[in-house]
């Protein structure tokens, strides 16, 4: 009888997934604001941090009215600012810029508490793939005989991993859409440098970000 009952389970939910996971799985976009710095600076370091927008698209997946679990693909942009001994034309700003940019994969855990399990709590972690590693600077005229290299690909690890944390709030919801804003913590944990230089000098920068996003999403 079991296995009868087990059967017929697995039948629709390849036939029509919809009528097993009906109002459990949304898909949305999520995007915001992004602030980013790595272990070179401190957190009080404000000129020093990256600033960029953050997208990705999620799918959240609803155990129950407390309990939500979310993954995605994210574009996730960190770097650094600091300027530079060169010289430049009048009125043009001295900072370079470095762009260290991945596609990430999250995995959280999202609790739903509050009146109305408004509030949402955070927590997961992330694997992410490097994409983009440069820096970028004005075209300058003079100055030290220090080279800051553009491309840094080639010290920079092709894999990364780190651990989330964030809070937010559902600001509106029925029986089709969600729109939620976030507040979230991103802290890498592996190291983002490769090391693949001749210097005899160990780097193990690793990146944080403080992210202000909202998702839109729809529940299938």
């Known amino acids: 009888m079991r296995l009868k009952k087990f059967t017929i389970f697995l ?3 390849i036939i029509n997934p919809s009528l097993i996971f009906a109002q459990k799985v949304s898909i949305g976009g999520e995007f915001g604001l992004i602030s980013s710095k ?3 600076y401190k957190l009080t370091d404000i000129q020093n941090r990256r ?3 953050y997208s990705g698209i999620n799918f959240n997946y609803n155990y129950n009215e407390i309990i939500t679990l979310t993954t995605g693909i994210d574009y996730l942009k960190q770097g650094y600012r600091h300027k530079t001994c060169y010289i430049f034309e009048e009125g043009v700003k001295n900072e370079l810029v470095g762009k260290i ?3 990430i994969l999250p995995l959280s855990s999202n609790f739903h508490i509050g009146k109305r399990n408004k509030f949402i709590i955070t927590i997961g972690a992330y694997g992410g ?3 983009n590693a440069k820096q970028e600077y004005p075209e300058i005229i003079g100055g030290c005989g220090i080279y800051y290299p553009e491309d840094i690909s080639n010290v920079t690890q092709k894999y ?3 651990g ?3 809070v937010g709030y559902n600001i509106y919801q029925n029986e089709k859409i969600e729109i939620k804003s976030m507040l979230k913590y991103y802290q ?4 983002t440098m490769s090391n693949n230089h001749p210097h005899d000098i160990v780097w193990t920068d690793r990146y944080s970000s403080l992210l202000m996003t909202f998702t839109i999403g729809y529940k299938l």
Do not use: E, K, R
């Open 129 to 131: 793939c490097n994409i």
């Open 51 to 53: 600033n960029t927008y």
């Open 11 to 13: 039948i629709l939910a």
């Open 38 to 40: 790595n272990t070179n």
């Open 164 to 166: 989330l944390l964030g």
């Open 160 to 162: 990364m991993f780190g």
């Open 188 to 191: 890498g944990i592996s190291n």
């Open 101 to 103: 940019d991945y596609l």
